[in-house]
């Protein structure tokens, strides 16, 4: 089966440390999403890109976050600096425009579980 | 934009046990409707999906019905078992290059 790959899965790291996940999405999807998951709040967007361009990224705090796609197989998340209260489960999906729709449903990675102390 | 409400968890039924958990919705449009789930330690993963209304979606036992005129998407199963035991999503989608917009998710817990 086709998957949505993440990486690192576990990464612990003190506050003020820049911590990177990456996703590669399933070959030949163009829309990639970033979602954070947390007790609190439950499952956030973060931003969502479509032919590796942004389509909306107002769900991410800008000050410290960014997301981007140097290619169609590859998406970064970046926190730099990061902070205790980043501490969630953040997943990538993918899928084919419109994305959503009946035929074409997103795929979720198996998420990266980050910790800040 | 499109939300949507689910019932509070956890719940926890005995195997065996009738399931239901409850969802409501608001959209822009007229949204196709779906219902994921997560197991513990892995992402979200389509369970079933409906695209209008009356249409039902099923999948490993579980189903729901597209409710228009209550705009409800009801999650049911006649009788859980311990492996159904995850986290429920329910999600309306509005079409074109809207988000698709997830509950709070109902975390079930079936214990034997």
């Known amino acids: 089966d086709a998957r949505v790959t993440q990486t690192p899965r576990h990464k612990v790291t003190e506050m003020g440390q820049e911590v990177t996940m990456r996703c590669q999405p399933i070959?030949?999807?163009?829309?990639v999403f970033w979602y954070r998951q947390t007790m609190m709040q439950g499952l956030e967007l973060l931003a969502y890109?479509?032919?590796?361009?942004?389509?909306?990224d107002s769900g991410m705090p800008k000050d410290r976050f960014s997301a981007e796609m140097p290619d169609a197989t590859l998406a970064t998340l970046k926190i730099q600096p990061s902070e205790p209260r980043d501490s969630a489960v953040y997943f990538c999906?993918?899928?084919?425009?419109?994305?959503?729709?009946?035929?074409?449903?997103?795929?979720f990675g198996a998420g990266s579980r980050l910790t800040v102390l | 934009g499109d939300s949507v409400t689910q019932m509070e968890g956890p719940v926890t039924l005995s195997e065996e046990a009738f399931l239901t958990i409850n969802c409501t919705y608001t959209?822009?449009?007229?949204?196709?409707l779906f219902w994921y789930v997560q197991y513990p330690g892995e992402g979200l993963q389509l369970l079933l999906k409906?695209?209008?209304?009356?249409d039902k979606g099923s999948n490993k036992g579980f189903e729901a019905t597209y409710r228009k005129e209550t705009t409800s998407f009801h999650l049911e199963k006649g009788s859980v078992q311990v492996s159904d035991s995850a986290v429920y999503f329910c999600?309306?989608?509005?079409?074109?290059?809207?988000?698709?917009?997830f509950g709070t998710g109902t975390k079930l817990q079936v214990i034997p």
């Open positions: 409906a695209t209008k209304a009356d």
């Open positions: 999600a309306p989608y509005s079409g074109g290059y809207q988000k698709v917009t």
């Open positions: 890109f479509r032919n590796r361009a942004p389509l909306d």
């Open positions: 959209a822009t449009g007229y949204p196709s």
């Open positions: 070959l030949g999807h163009n829309t």
């Open positions: 999906a993918s899928g084919l425009p419109p994305v959503g729709s009946g035929a074409n449903v997103l795929t």
